[in-house]
């Protein structure tokens, strides 16, 4: 819609908002997004789909172009399918057995459903993989840009205190 405004950023996160607000509607790593992300373009319009990760539901989020500042609402959309190819796949034809057959595939393994305050002892704790096994044993940042944002982060000097505070807040939050 005209009224929202999505970007993606330098590290492959992606999220979109009402641009009068700071307000965040969707809010994506789009690293790895292959697994659990399906596109389609067509037109003014491009629609995700975006798989559970333990379940088999779909979600769908449909953006509709609008003509503005020069660019036609098809070359809007076909700079976002661009943009957002370069992460997952773009399928070409859209029906509901496409959408049951996304939502069936390649599905993780179960996990456990914590309340936040049991999920932020555990960060604290290190325990995390261990008690919620494979769903939470992994990352989908690339590994080869790990090495790359602790840099970042180790050279800010503000970063020591935002460590300290997300312990913080994770301890308030227990």
């Known amino acids: 819609p005209r009224w929202a405004s999505s970007r ?12 009068d607000t700071k307000r965040i509607l969707e809010s994506l790593q789009l690293w790895e997004s292959k697994r659990w992300i399906k ?3 067509k037109s003014s319009t491009v ?30 959309s076909a700079e976002c399918y661009a943009c957002l190819s370069a992460y997952f796949t773009f399928e070409k034809t ?37 008690v919620l096994g494979t769903v939470y044993n992994s990352t989908v940042f690339p590994v080869a840009q790990i090495r790359h944002m602790i840099t970042l982060c180790l050279s800010d000097p ?11 807040q994770l301890k308030q939050v227990m």
């Open 158 to 168: 503000n970063f020591p205190g935002f460590v300290m505070e997300v312990e913080k």
């Open 39 to 41: 596109g389609y373009n």
């Open 47 to 76: 629609m995700l789909m975006i798989k559970s990760p333990t379940s088999n539901s779909v979600r769908k989020i449909r953006f509709r172009f609008a003509a503005d500042g020069g660019m036609s609402e098809t070359a809007q």
């Open 94 to 130: 859209y029906n509901k057995t496409t959408v049951k057959n996304f939502a069936e595939s390649d599905r993780q393994p179960e996990g456990k459903n914590l309340l936040i305050s049991e999920m932020s002892k555990l960060m604290l704790t290190g325990d995390v993989a261990q």
């Open 8 to 19: 993606v950023g330098e590290l492959g996160h992606w999220s979109t908002a009402p641009s």
